[in-house]
């Protein structure tokens, strides 16, 4: 099993910045992908980053691509979210997840599905 705990988030300002941190524990080994959602609250979980284990290739979604940036130190724990020019709008709670199943070069990471392991989740809230 894999242990998921993410760190970082809290209050800040419109066009702050936060990084957020996800640490990673247990059956590492296995990990083919991270990536970050987040859900504010009545709207479905949507898809923010993702990181490719394999070579390190970045995925972002729409309404965050240009002011986020998914990283991993060079022993890939933790992982890391850097978020720029936050709006109001990036209020959420941002979820830490891992792939440990194969991945293929048409694997999508933009969904839930493709991940088998969640953190807990962590609070950014976005003042305007």
């Known amino acids: 099993q894999v242990q998921l705990v993410e760190s970082g988030g809290g209050l800040v300002q419109a066009g702050g910045s936060l990084r957020l941190a996800c640490t990673a524990a247990?059956?590492?080994?296995?990990?083919?992908?991270m990536g970050w959602f987040r859900q504010a609250p009545g709207k479905e979980r949507e898809f923010v980053a993702a990181?490719?284990?394999?070579?390190?290739?970045?995925y972002y979604g729409d309404s965050v691509k240009g002011r986020n940036t998914i990283s991993r130190d060079n022993a890939k724990n933790p992982m890391y979210l850097q978020m720029n020019s936050l709006k109001p709008e990036d209020t959420a709670v941002y979820y830490c997840?891992?792939?440990?199943?194969?991945?293929?070069?048409?694997?999508?990471?933009?969904?839930?599905?493709?991940?088998?392991?969640w953190g807990q989740g962590t609070q950014v809230t976005v003042s305007s």
């Open positions: 997840a891992l792939r440990a199943r194969p991945a293929w070069s048409h694997t999508y990471y933009g969904g839930p599905g493709a991940y088998d392991n």
């Open positions: 990181i490719r284990w394999s070579d390190g290739m970045t």
């Open positions: 247990g059956r590492t080994f296995s990990t083919y992908a």
